[in-house]
């Protein structure tokens, strides 16, 4: 059972717009939703609380985001099982979100620094496309803002994500896997 969800982004107003934050956004999203808000701070991370549920934004940059993971872990005694780690995806199309119960970082650093800190794959993730086609540099992209016409995807992604991360909550894992992996939203 989910109970910790954890978005990954880098702090600061500087990164509030871009790709790399896409954990973050969808995590707001929620939280709007469900009227809660992020007025805690522990472990590195802000933090908000209700229905039985903890969302946290760590506040560690994207990179070093396993810290401030294992610590939360760690204050909650939760098991990496227990939480869902929300974060982009270079290698899904925009409009493409993709959920596991496990896995390898998939050249995410963030989700490579979270395996490092806390010693194993095996937790789930719900990784959210923010394509790639035709970039040079990666760094200068993920840490780039979403271009006018993307942004109007991003939006029903993110929609689609709250669904999705609801359906996790409520229907479990598998369910939400079969019903949303196979999505391709415009």
Known sequence: MIRLL????????LYQKT??????????RLAKKKGLRFDKRYCKSRIAEGEGIILAKPYTFVNLSGKSVRALLHRLSLS??????????????????RIRRKGSDGGHNGLRSIIKEIGTEDFPRLRVGIGREGIRDLVEYVLGEFQKEESAILEKVLEVGVEAVECILEEGIEWAMNKYNSLVIK
């Open 6 to 13: 954890i978005g990954l982004g880098n702090p600061g107003r």
């Open 80 to 97: 990496p099982q227990e939480m869902l780690i929300i974060c982009d995806d270079v290698s899904l199309a925009l409009g493409r979100i």
């Open 19 to 28: 790709r790399h934050n896409v954990g973050f956004m969808l995590l707001s």
